[in-house]
């Protein structure tokens, strides 16, 4: 899988957040090549917000409702976006490393060229999603809801998926052989064509309602 990288200037003018998706939400802008550091967005809700090559560091999102959201060219790094909830947008060229997203919620979004590293992204909440080159790579993703989504390229490399619940989606093709996956809920066919080891038999012979003895 090519995961394309996000594309952001080298230079990026440091902006106070909550102040700067005030004024978009205000005018409808969209708030492009800014850098926002050691700062917070609280109890925002609103539609229409568009972010274009910008970075956040250590940023906090909290009780954040947004309607058509857009990421594009953006980084988030040791960011906290637990309790966010964004629907109807997109996140295209977006990296996430060492982030937070414990209980968050995407509804109806597409994820396209997005990379998640070393996040928690435990009862993460992704609903009716799109995923395209989408890659997690040693997330801690316990409980998380994959709930009608639909993926091209999707990577899971040695993530912890214990208890995640995975509804009328399909991970063909994918390679789970890395990945804790105890106690999933699912059905086998969400598993027909992905790529397992002998360590997860047990698991999915319980789906089938197969309990293996040695």
């Given at each position: 899988m090519s995961v394309k990288p996000p594309v952001i200037r080298n230079d990026p003018l440091q902006e106070d957040i909550t102040r700067?998706?005030?004024?978009?939400?205000?005018?409808?802008?969209?708030?492009?090549?800014?850098?926002f550091k050691d700062d917070s967005l609280s109890f925002m809700s609103g539609?229409?917000?568009?972010?274009?090559?910008?970075?956040?560091?250590?940023?906090?999102?909290?009780?954040?409702?947004?309607?058509?959201?857009?990421?594009?060219?953006?980084?988030?790094?040791?960011?906290d976006l637990s309790g966010f909830r964004f629907r109807d947008g997109m996140l295209c060229r977006v990296a996430f490393d060492n982030c937070r997203s414990t209980g968050a919620s995407l509804d109806d979004m597409i994820l396209?060229?997005?990379?998640?590293?070393?996040?928690?992204?435990?009862?993460?909440n992704l609903a009716n999603?799109?995923?395209?080159?989408?890659?997690?790579?040693?997330?801690?993703?316990?409980?998380?809801l994959l709930h009608t989504c639909q993926q091209k390229r999707l990577s899971?490399?040695?993530c912890n998926l214990t208890g995640?619940?995975?509804?009328?989606?399909?991970?063909?093709?994918v390679d789970l052989s890395s990945c804790i996956l105890d106690g999933v809920r699912a059905s086998i066919d969400s598993f027909r064509g992905a790529v397992?080891?002998?360590?997860h038999a047990q698991t999915l012979l319980n789906l089938c309602g197969i309990k293996l003895h040695f």
């Open positions: 700067a998706v005030e004024y978009a939400l205000r005018d409808g802008d969209g708030i492009s090549a800014r850098a539609a229409q917000l568009d972010f274009s090559g910008c970075t956040f560091q250590s940023v906090r999102f909290k009780s954040c409702d947004i309607d058509r959201v857009y990421f594009t060219d953006c980084r988030f790094e040791r960011c396209r060229d997005v990379t998640f590293g070393h996040c928690q992204l435990d009862y993460l999603c799109r995923l395209q080159e989408v890659g997690f790579y040693e997330c801690s993703m316990s409980h998380i899971l490399s040695d995640a619940e995975i509804l009328q989606t399909s991970l063909q093709g397992v080891s002998l360590n």
